[in-house]
């Protein structure tokens, strides 16, 4: 299994980008796949999921305003769209995949998610203000 993110890079505050995550030998109906982020000197977090078979998708509360995940199971690529950028959502965004846990809520995906198996390498977003 390896996922590949990209699309990251500098954008003024209020922008947007589309961040991918390529990845190979992940089928959607059997991995759930998830966003995280981790800033500066913090902790990573969880931004992101979305369940197998690409049925729902999860957002973290304080982001779900202005953050969407999607999946193209046809190109094998999930997304995260990130809009009105702030300066706080400066971080190295990854993505992971994982065949045992489940994604049904944020609070699921707060919990668990860290402890997915498989990581990408990371793509870093700079917000300025």
């Known amino acids: 299994v390896q996922l590949q993110a990209s699309g990251g890079g500098l954008v003024q505050a209020g922008g947007s980008l589309r961040l991918s995550c390529a990845t190979s030998?992940?089928?959607?109906?059997?991995?759930?796949v998830g966003w995280f982020r981790q800033a500066p000197g913090k902790d990573r977090e969880a931004v992101a999921c979305i369940s197998r078979r690409g049925s729902m998708t999860y957002v973290v509360d304080s982001l779900y305003d202005r953050f969407a995940m999607s999946s193209d199971s046809a190109s094998n690529t999930v997304y995260l769209q990130v809009s009105s950028l702030k300066p706080d959502d400066t971080a190295v965004y990854y993505c992971?995949?994982?065949?045992?846990?489940?994604?049904?809520?944020?609070?699921?995906?707060?919990?668990?998610?860290?402890?997915?198996?498989?990581w990408g390498q990371g793509t870093q977003v700079t917000v300025s203000s």
């Open positions: 992971a995949a994982d065949s045992m846990y489940r994604c049904t809520s944020p609070s699921e995906l707060v919990t668990w998610g860290l402890l997915y198996d498989y």
């Open positions: 030998g992940v089928t959607f109906d059997d991995y759930v």
